[in-house]
């Protein structure tokens, strides 16, 4: 890919992430221009519009003037989200079925560069949705899918980037999809109305040092933020309760029966923080084999656990290596044996590594 191919397809993903993520509100002419478009390529009549302020206020209203709201758990049972994803999915098959054999090293790097980060995107936001659909329910892709960003900025980095050629019958589909896109949130269709939800006013977001991968977080407030509210915290890409992140604390994280809330609580508050709070009995501390200059410590945790602190044998983004810590079986006495069983090996195995990340 040369480079002036490499910076429009830059280009592409970041205006597309910018939709994403975008905090401006909505452009309601745009947004219910371009969905009436998409009903009439479905063969209907446009529908009426009702806007909320955030995607829990509009699976709790009763669009005017409609039957008693069902309730989203019957989304999947819903005809018009099915109808809109065979439109889409009939689109992009038409679209892949273009690509010419010259094309197919551009189609393959615009995959890596452009929809797969926007596709981490996408999961990320959808973790919203969950928490607006009752805390995690099932949302069915047939839905999610057509209004996922990542294959837009995929189409419009091959209409671009390689040059591939679109219909006017495709064009004008695809950018009826695109100006929605642009345009509001989350969108819910019915034949006669569709609930269409303003952007979030607030939305913070870190990429993972792992992989990459852009995942919400914030350590000083909700991740999330709709003008009427609604909120959402995150700890590094995990859903949280508030007090995760305003009031963390040894008795709440004590209390918690969710094993990534409490990590999460922890991590926040600092392990050595936890464990003085806590009043953790030290076992016994070791120099790491895996990791020469820092040390292994094995601490009682609760009945049949103990919690094993090490430091992470891999650099952060800022320099400094992570302090965590691992729960191990309570029978452990040996921090080199508990550091061993968490990489599936013994204490002598473990004691000739020359440095585990």
């Not at 090293?105 to 990320?124: G, K, M, N, Q, T």
């Not at 999460?264 to 120099?287: F, K, M, N, T």
Request: with cysteine; hydrophobic share 40%.
């Amino acid at each position: 890919m040369s480079d002036p191919v490499q910076r429009e397809a830059a280009r592409i993903r970041s205006e597309w992430l910018g939709h994403a993520l975008s905090t401006r509100p909505a452009d309601r002419p745009a947004a219910e221009a371009a969905i009436s478009g998409l009903y009439r390529l479905i063969g209907l009549d446009p529908p009426r519009f009702h806007w909320t302020s955030s995607p829990v206020t509009a699976l709790a209203t009763v669009p005017p003037g409609t039957r008693r709201w069902e309730g989203i758990e019957l989304l999947a049972d819903w005809p018009l989200p099915h109808r809109f994803a065979a439109l889409m999915a009939t689109l992009c098959r038409q679209l892949d079925d273009q690509v010419e054999h010259s094309q197919r090293a551009l189609e393959y790097l615009i995959r890596f560069r452009v929809r797969s980060p926007l596709s981490h995107a996408s999961r990320a936001l959808l973790m919203a949705l969950r928490a607006a659909h009752d805390h995690g329910s099932h949302i069915p892709p047939v839905w999610s899918g057509t209004q996922c960003v990542a294959w837009l900025g995929h189409y419009e980095a091959l209409r671009h980037v390689a040059r591939l050629a679109f219909t006017p019958e495709q064009a004008r589909q695809f950018d009826l999809w695109a100006a929605v896109a642009r345009s509001c949130g989350w969108w819910w269709p019915r034949e006669d109305v569709c609930v269409v939800s303003e952007r979030p006013a607030e939305v913070h977001t870190e990429v993972s040092g792992d992989d990459g991968e852009l995942r919400l977080h914030r350590a000083d407030g909700p991740a999330l933020r709709y003008a009427d509210g609604w909120d959402l915290y995150a700890w590094h890409g995990t859903q949280v309760p508030a007090w995760v992140v305003t009031d963390p604390c040894a008795r709440r994280i004590e209390r918690e029966a969710n094993v990534e809330v409490r990590r999460c609580a922890i991590e926040h508050i600092g392990w050595p923080a936890y464990i003085d709070q806590a009043g953790l009995r030290l076992v016994a501390s070791a120099p790491d084999p895996g990791n020469p200059g820092s040390e292994l410590q094995l601490y009682d945790m609760r009945k049949e656990t103990k919690v094993l602190l090490a430091v992470n044998g891999s650099v952060e983004r800022d320099g400094r290596r992570r302090r965590y810590g691992l729960t191990v079986p309570g029978f452990f006495s040996d921090p080199i044996a508990a550091a061993g069983w968490t990489y599936g090996l013994s204490a002598e195995q473990y004691s000739l590594l020359s440095r585990r990340t």
